[in-house]
């Protein structure tokens, strides 16, 4: 098991590290809030040309048939910046999943060009009540049970066969809608449980690697400011206690990331106990991510709570996706019964 990435892989990182310097500081992000459709104008299309869009579809669809191992430190870049963009839901999830289950489907071409764009929303259980981005996308994929079903939109916003309505979220370029509708044959996907199964540790393996690029940067950006703020005549980094605060958001870091990075592995190469490797990840980022947020805050003190200041944009990112695709908790369990079954 070999866990070195590749030139190929690293070069990418770096390609789109530099892109979202570029294209996606947090002015942007922050200008994304109040957007129509919440997301960063023009950054999709550069996204889509440089191939990260349509990344997990298949040659033949106009992808690049490529794998969860050469997305995940893409999204860890993502995570970085706070991306206002549907790389999850789009990329890491729907697209895959259409290639594995409905591999001529149009929508799988024309979203690999980055020309629609795919919702999805899939909780651990039971059936799709709440939608991120559903109020802009072209096919949204829901679960009912151990079924995926399709709803497919013929334009923006001019929903066939279900209903949406806007819901409230903390993270304001993450546009939140619930669902309303109604399972049938015509719009199902896939009853196969291994796939829905699937479809679910794709998105939280992927909101995983989100979550230690968004520790990764509330850390640095802590390590930055208490090196400045002086205190008494000295930087409130000399502090005991603060240094300590830095050290355990640095650990764990240090302790999920690894464990994302095989998580992806067994994923893309379909291993034993993939699934329940997802779920330790997805704990040990969610942890992280959660971590990082309160002592950064901690370190930064009162202007860490003004809406001015540019740390509140990746605050309420990380507790967003700390709980999106299953929260630690949910994900202990899992990997509770996983070990008691085997």
């Not at 997990?56 to 963009?85: F, H, I, K, Q, Y």
């Not at 509708?181 to 989100?210: I, Q, Y």
């Not at 200041?309 to 507790?319: F, N, P, V």
């Given at each position: 098991?070999?866990?070195?990435?590749?030139?190929?892989?690293?070069?990418?990182?770096?390609?789109?590290?530099?892109?979202?310097?570029?294209?996606?500081?947090p002015?942007?992000?922050?200008?994304?809030?109040?957007?129509?459709?919440?997301?960063?104008?023009?950054?999709?299309?550069?996204?889509?040309e440089?191939?990260?869009?349509?990344?997990?579809a298949?040659?033949?669809?106009?992808?690049?048939?490529?794998?969860e191992?050469?997305?995940?430190?893409l999204?860890?870049?993502?995570?970085?910046?706070?991306?206002?963009?549907?790389?999850?839901?789009?990329?890491?999830?729907?697209?895959?999943?259409?290639?594995?289950?409905?591999?001529?489907?149009?929508?799988?071409?024309?979203?690999?060009?980055?020309e629609?764009?795919?919702?999805?929303?899939i909780?651990?259980?039971?059936?799709?009540?709440?939608?991120?981005?559903?109020?802009?996308?072209?096919?949204?994929?829901?679960?009912?049970?151990?079924?995926?079903?399709?709803?497919?939109?013929?334009?923006?916003?001019?929903?066939?066969s279900?209903?949406?309505?806007?819901?409230?979220?903390?993270?304001?370029?993450?546009r939140?809608?619930?669902?309303?509708?109604?399972?049938?044959?015509?719009?199902?996907?896939?009853?196969?449980?291994?796939?829905?199964?699937?479809?679910?540790a794709?998105g939280?393996?992927?909101?995983?690697?989100m979550?230690?690029?968004?520790?990764?940067?509330?850390?640095?950006?802590?390590?930055?400011?208490?090196?400045?703020?002086?205190?008494?005549?000295?930087?409130?980094?000399v502090?005991?206690a603060?240094?300590?605060?830095?050290?355990n958001?640095?650990?764990?870091?240090?302790?999920a990331?690894?464990?994302?990075?095989?998580a992806?592995?067994?994923?893309?190469?379909?291993?034993?106990?993939?699934?329940?490797?997802?779920?330790?990840?997805?704990?040990?980022?969610?942890?992280?991510?959660?971590?990082?947020a309160?002592?950064?805050?901690?370190?930064?003190?009162?202007?860490?709570?003004?809406?001015?200041?540019?740390?509140?944009?990746w605050?309420?990112r990380?507790?967003?996706?700390?709980?999106?695709?299953?929260?630690?908790?949910?994900?202990?369990?899992?990997?509770a019964?996983?070990?008691?079954?085997?």
């Amino acid at each position: 098991m070999d866990f070195t990435f590749s030139d190929d892989q690293l070069l990418f990182r770096d390609a789109v590290r530099d892109l979202f310097a570029k294209e996606c500081p947090p002015e942007a992000v922050r200008s994304a809030w109040e957007s129509a459709d919440g997301r960063v104008a023009g950054l999709w299309a550069k996204l889509a040309e440089m191939g990260v869009v349509g990344l997990t579809a298949p040659e033949s669809a106009g992808g690049m048939g490529m794998n969860e191992l050469d997305l995940v430190l893409l999204l860890e870049e993502a995570g970085r910046v706070a991306l206002p963009e549907p790389l999850v839901a789009h990329t890491a999830v729907g697209l895959a999943t259409l290639a594995d289950v409905a591999p001529d489907h149009p929508l799988l071409a024309s979203g690999a060009a980055g020309e629609t764009v795919l919702a999805v929303g899939i909780p651990p259980s039971g059936i799709t009540k709440m939608v991120l981005g559903a109020e802009a996308a072209d096919g949204i994929i829901v679960r009912s049970g151990s079924e995926l079903h399709l709803l497919e939109v013929e334009s923006p916003n001019e929903a066939a066969s279900f209903e949406l309505s806007a819901a409230t979220s903390m993270d304001e370029s993450r546009r939140m809608s619930s669902i309303s509708w109604t399972p049938s044959a015509d719009t199902l996907l896939t009853d196969d449980p291994a796939m829905v199964d699937r479809a679910f540790a794709r998105g939280a393996l992927a909101t995983s690697a989100m979550c230690v690029g968004l520790a990764q940067q509330l850390l640095d950006m802590t390590v930055e400011y208490v090196k400045e703020r002086e205190q008494f005549g000295k930087p409130v980094g000399v502090n005991q206690a603060v240094k300590h605060h830095c050290s355990n958001m640095g650990l764990a870091i240090e302790f999920a990331r690894p464990l994302v990075y095989q998580a992806a592995w067994a994923l893309s190469t379909d291993a034993d106990g993939a699934v329940r490797d997802v779920s330790g990840a997805k704990v040990l980022a969610s942890d992280a991510a959660d971590l990082a947020a309160r002592l950064s805050l901690q370190c930064h003190g009162a202007i860490g709570y003004t809406v001015e200041y540019d740390l509140q944009l990746w605050l309420k990112r990380a507790w967003a996706l700390s709980a999106e695709w299953g929260s630690a908790s949910l994900h202990r369990q899992s990997v509770a019964r996983s070990l008691a079954a085997s």
